[in-house]
């Protein structure tokens, strides 16, 4: 493994760590989990993002400035292989607290009872939807461990395993919405209260 690439994983995970000490207190502000999975949570999703712009810094100032000097081959590959993590892992915060886009001008018509049941069929088509991406996703991230990247060396399988793991994690915070919906607590706006 490249050394400026040990150093750069370094950085960024001293600055994940650090942002997420600063923000501790603003947790439920930014929806964060509360606990442990609560930390890991965000020290993740830091991480994928500060990775991504620190590579992409460090490429632009190579290639413009330093060129002559130094040469960072991994960097482009490397913020790649981050922005895919980092939007499968944004899509599983924003599911965690039942936050992803949608279109409810039919929906917010319906009585509060056929929500309800609208909601909790919902969960049950997600749960079987995300079952099946989990499934074929893990399937082609192990049909791809052969390959490797060109410059970091990785495994191919290192951009298809998001599938498998943000996908389950989805369908864990999906059964806990379910419960939730069930026992008639609140779920939208509520991310900080239960995980």
């Known amino acids: 493994m490249d050394s400026s690439l040990i150093v750069m994983l370094a950085l960024i995970a001293a600055s994940a760590a650090g942002l997420t000490w600063v923000l501790r207190g603003s947790r439920r502000m930014l929806g964060v989990a509360p606990g442990p999975w609560g930390i890991v949570e965000l020290v993740l999703a830091l991480f994928f993002m500060l990775g991504m712009l620190y590579a992409s810094a460090l490429q632009v100032i190579v290639r413009y400035a330093l060129s002559d000097f130094l040469t960072v081959p991994w960097t482009e590959e490397f913020a790649r292989l981050l922005l895919v993590w980092a939007a499968f892992w944004g899509a599983l915060m924003a599911h965690r607290s039942d936050e992803h886009i949608g279109v409810a001008v039919l929906f917010d018509t319906?009585?509060?009872?056929?929500?309800?049941?609208?909601?909790?069929?919902?969960?049950?088509?997600?749960?079987?939807?995300?079952?099946?991406?989990?499934?074929?996703?893990?399937?082609?991230?192990q049909l791809q461990h052969a390959i490797t990247t060109i410059t970091l060396g990785l495994p191919v399988?290192?951009?298809?395993?998001?599938?498998?793991?943000?996908?389950?994690?989805?369908?864990?915070?999906?059964?806990?919405?379910?419960?939730m919906r069930l026992r008639g607590r609140p779920v939208h706006g509520t991310t900080a209260q239960e995980v």
């Open 110 to 141: 319906l009585p509060p009872l056929m929500q309800r049941v609208g909601r909790l069929l919902g969960d049950l088509v997600a749960i079987g939807f995300l079952a099946v991406v989990v499934w074929h996703g893990w399937q082609a991230a």
């Open 157 to 179: 399988a290192a951009f298809a395993y998001t599938v498998p793991v943000c996908g389950t994690l989805m369908i864990l915070y999906t059964l806990r919405l379910f419960v």
